[in-house]
């Protein structure tokens, strides 16, 4: 290219004072992108700072210190005595266009992986803005005790040791560990040592951790079917072999299993309050899936969903409580007893596996903040974490009955409201099984109520339409009016 065509390209170059874009800014991208897309070749060479300058209305310092950036990039090289030449890049190793989103990396180049496609179609990606009368799986915000934690805070921070700071002891803090293994034996009936726990950034981060840590490629879990999306998920992008299992009134059907699928390698599953049907493992069952994982060498994980909320009657004892040939991983959260954003949960493993896991949390992410760790600690040591449980306990018994009777009176003709004996939401069973429940839920959203369609937990299970409703957050005096609401939107 000759000096005269270069200058005339760039000479045409429309800059724009009144964008807020520095002047610079803008002459600096545009010649990079025109070295990029092949309108300015290798060893083309600029005009000199003085006509360039002229030609686009800027100072000389302006286009001078743009060519000084573009050659410490590498994209232009200054020849003594000769001027500002293009630099010789490989540009078979550049694009030929410039992407016109604001992502240098072409969408189609993203969906093109198989892994991404699959985090992205993922239903447990999917996020709903605020927090909304009747949204599973929030706890009662509004009554969350924020003085009593704050001087559990004021206090960690005052008198803490400056390696709270830090970033703490891999697997978790000790006092935390000896808080969770009171708590367990307490209310599950688990006898463990706290060297058993792994405290983790919630639940989900306690699965990946599991199935990263055990599962091979191409391993096989059984899965409860409908059930825990983001378990399901996790595990297939792991490369594992999910296979569905359904639900009968006993809970996870172990015999469908057995029928239809090769041994398993871990089986998932949530027998204290199966997610989302609220189905409780009877004991039998209990007692036949230890059996099957003692016989077949397999990894049970028991997911102890909503286990502090029961309104009807015992909880029968956690898998892990039973368990004594040591193929139980139990895992817990503090999102649904205290709120979502502390984010900490924890795993109890056989010894044997405490140290894996521990290193693949530290691989993958770090350790959990011990400042959150110790306030936690302290909560639950002096007593308000169980005052707070036995609290919400009588709340959320008070907001299912208030629930439970509005959408009697008001949407009847409607659903046919499941009995919920534990958990934080019920099920309505839509009475007009024709009915598109996810349009259904649709409708809801737009009146401004939350809800979640129950097919959005089903992997190969189809069920009879039905919606879920969160009563946990939903504040008694605005219960009816948002019933009403729902009802109205979703019409006869």
């Not at 065509?5 to 025109?34: F, K, V």
């Not at 770090?366 to 005052?387: K, W």
Request: charged share 20%; glycine share 8%; with cysteine.
């Amino acid at each position: 290219m000759s000096r005269h065509r270069g200058g005339a390209l760039l000479s045409t170059l429309q800059l724009d004072p009144s964008s807020g874009i520095p002047l610079y800014r803008q002459l600096e991208t545009a010649i990079r992108q025109m070295i990029l897309n092949g309108a300015l070749p290798p060893n083309s060479r600029l005009p000199a700072t003085r006509h360039l300058s002229g030609d686009l209305g800027v100072s000389r310092l302006t286009v001078k210190n743009v060519y000084e950036q573009l050659t410490s990039e590498g994209f232009l090289q200054s020849r003594q005595g000769d001027g500002t030449y293009v630099a010789d890049i490989a540009t078979t190793e550049l694009p030929l266009e410039i992407p016109a989103s604001e992502s240098a990396y072409p969408a189609d180049r993203l969906t093109a992986s198989r892994r991404a496609a699959l985090i992205a179609a993922s239903r447990s990606t999917t996020r709903l803005g605020g927090v909304k009368a009747f949204r599973p799986g929030v706890p009662a915000l509004d009554q969350f005790p924020r003085k009593v934690w704050a001087a559990a805070h004021s206090k960690v921070m005052r008198s803490g040791p400056d390696d709270l700071l830090g970033y703490g002891p891999p697997g978790g803090l000790p006092d935390l560990k000896r808080a969770i293994a009171l708590h367990v034996r307490d209310h599950r009936g688990i006898e463990c040592r706290p060297e058993q726990i792994v405290v983790t950034a919630g639940a989900q981060q306690a699965f990946v951790l599991i199935a990263l840590t055990l599962l091979q490629y191409h391993a096989v879990a059984w899965c409860e079917d409908p059930g825990h999306i983001a378990v399901r998920d996790a595990m297939r992008l792991l490369g594992v072999d999910v296979k569905s299992v359904p639900i009968d009134e006993s809970g996870f059907d172990l015999g469908y299993a057995t029928r239809h699928y090769d041994s398993a390698g871990l089986i998932f599953v949530t027998p204290s309050h199966q997610h989302p049907l609220g189905v409780t493992m009877s004991l039998n069952r209990r007692l036949e899936l230890l059996d099957y994982a003692q016989q077949n060498d397999c990894w049970i994980v028991e997911d102890d969903y909503d286990s502090e909320y029961r309104y009807a009657d015992r909880a029968l004892p956690a898998l892990l409580a039973l368990d004594h040939s040591g193929h139980v991983i139990y895992t817990g959260s503090f999102s649904k007893s205290l709120f979502p954003a502390l984010r900490l949960g924890y795993l109890i493993s056989p010894p044997a596996l405490v140290e894996a896991c521990t290193a693949a949390q530290t691989l993958l992410s770090q350790n959990v903040s011990p400042l959150q760790q110790r306030i936690l600690s302290t909560f639950m040591l002096d007593g308000s974490f169980n005052a707070h449980i036995r609290k919400m306990r009588s709340l959320y018994r008070k907001r299912r009955d208030l629930v439970t009777d509005c959408l009697s009176q008001h949407a009847s003709h409607l659903f046919e409201l499941e009995p919920c004996r534990a958990g934080m939401h019920l099920i309505g069973w839509l009475r007009q099984s024709s009915r598109n429940e996810v349009d259904v839920a649709q409708a809801i959203w737009d009146s401004g109520v939350d809800c979640l369609p129950i097919s959005i937990y089903c992997d190969q299970q189809a069920l009879r339409p039905g919606i879920m409703f969160g009563f946990a957050c939903a504040a008694e005096a605005e219960i009816e009016e948002n019933v009403r609401k729902l009802a109205a939107a979703i019409g006869t």
